[in-house]
């Protein structure tokens, strides 16, 4: 049974940093790709990131490029997202996804993953 589980998101100012936490069960991350959403109220779910369970690649939404990295651990079966230079803007619920398929790339989409986190909030503010 696959699981997913966030953790790491709250309060933080403009500027600072954050660093999200999914601990998977039920699979390998360096098997499976894997990939991190946002959804602000009111706004649809975007992807913010990816990487690749095929050969580790990754991509990132534009308007993190730069500031956010994506990771994984094999050893404690985790992908991490590090969030530097936090903006307003950033603030929404972020959830971890994951599936078998060969589906990160530029317009990956919340239905290409069938498993999914239950999501950890973000808030910044000033």
């Known amino acids: 049974q696959v699981q997913l589980v966030e953790s790491g998101g709250g309060l933080v100012q403009p500027g600072g940093s954050l660093r999200l936490s999914c601990v998977v069960s039920?699979?390998?991350?360096?098997?499976?790709?894997t990939a991190w959403f946002r959804q602000a109220p009111g706004k649809g779910r975007e992807a913010v990131s990816c990487?690749?369970?095929?050969?580790?690649?990754?991509i990132y939404t534009e308007s993190v490029k730069g500031r956010f990295t994506i990771s994984r651990h094999k050893g404690e079966n985790t992908v991490y997202l590090q969030m530097n230079s936090l903006k307003p803007e950033d603030t929404a619920v972020y959830y971890c996804?994951?599936?078998?398929?060969?589906?990160?790339?530029?317009?990956?989409?919340?239905?290409?993953?069938?498993?999914w986190g239950q999501g950890t909030q973000v808030t910044v503010f000033s």
């Open positions: 039920g699979f390998t991350v360096d098997y499976y790709t």
């Open positions: 996804a994951a599936d078998t398929g060969d589906v990160c790339w530029t317009g990956t989409r919340p239905i290409d993953y069938n498993s």
């Open positions: 990487i690749s369970g095929n050969d580790g690649s990754t």
